[in-house]
């Protein structure tokens, strides 16, 4: 009889504490119902204050610089080299973990390391990724995959068809998934849009497609929107069928929340670091603004019940706004030589003319040791703050599941 009553005194408690938990963790401690990560070199000091000058003068603002006010400086260290390259410095964000160079969410014995994404997933959460590189670019892998090559395209690509880790993924890259005899380059002979055609997948090719589509209980929404990385926002022909990075943004945000228990969403950016590894000066301020567009476009339609950082990864070329141009100099105005006849825009990486600085290209661009920046809004974005290492925003993120 006393066991008994212990033991039914004991199931009380239980019973309380869980219910206590359940409160605190729903109604006490309020978390987003969206959480949206962005990715970019956009997220460094010298491009954001160019990137302004360029927009508007020394008058104007970013988005960012209005709306997200909690920031931090970042370290990016990786868990064998002072400076990162893509795929480790995405995987510190995405794992919490530092792991060598040329992996991706891997640790140093080859284990695979449990990813933002897939923790999101265990909680019932709606995942989805969207960028303007390839789908198998180590910054993108390093979200749903796990290689000890991160230039292992085939293998990443490969893992995506027939893993599915995600419930949307859109981005650039076709030519991973079709065999070299097809303009490919898979050397293994598979095509996979033949696996694309399974009900399983909803496949879209086109702006129209993209606009149109939307999400079914069991198939996964698959963008495949250029044959490499999508065109330069200068290069993007109006109307065409290249899509942006707002584009896609916007229409992952309408697909993943019909949720009822939430959704991540990665929105990984490349085309800053390509512009930099190309010394293409205004392409990269051009696609600064075009991520500044993209958190706008983010903040509007994640609403209030949302948590939305912006992350740098690996600084690479050494771009640099010199000079002193006048405070209402914008646009091209600051992109051409000084009045002394030195270039206004430099490159660490060593410019061979100086007189056309951002039509120069090199082959070895400089990887920068250069902390990177953090910035943060909505619910428990206070936790962005001072100085932060790149395996601390995978905690920041963590936290709101």
Known sequence: MKLRNHLLALAILLGFLGLGTLYVRNLVVQRPFAI???????????HLAAARLYSGGAETSLFMEREFTHTALVRNDSADF????SGSAASAIATGHKTRNHHISMDAEGKALET????????????????????SDPSSAAFFTHKTNAADSEG???DLIEKRP???????????FIPKEKQGRRTDGRNLLNDLKSPIWSLIRTRSELEAVAPAKDSVIIGLFSNGTMAFSKEREA???????????RRAIECLQTNRKGYVLIVNDTLVSQAAHQNKGEFLLRETLEVDETLKIASEY??????IIAVGKNPTGGFMLSGHPARQDKGITILGPTPSGNPTITWASGPKNPTEPTALVVDSPLANTEDVLALARGIGSEKVKGFMDSAAVFQVIKDGL
Do not use: F, H, Y
């Not at 002072?82 to 390259?85: G, K, S, T």
């Open 36 to 46: 949206i990560v962005v990715v970019s070199d956009a997220c460094l000091s010298r």
């Open 82 to 85: 002072a400076v990162p390259d």
């Open 116 to 135: 933002i994404l897939e923790l999101a997933r265990k909680e019932g959460r709606k995942i989805g990724l969207v960028t303007n590189g390839k789908l």
């Open 156 to 158: 990443v690509t490969l």
């Open 166 to 176: 995600l419930d949307l993924v859109m981005g650039g890259g076709l030519e991973d």
């Open 239 to 249: 109307g065409g069928n290249q899509i942006s990075l707002p584009d896609m943004t």
């Open 302 to 307: 994640a609403g209030d019940k949302s948590l």
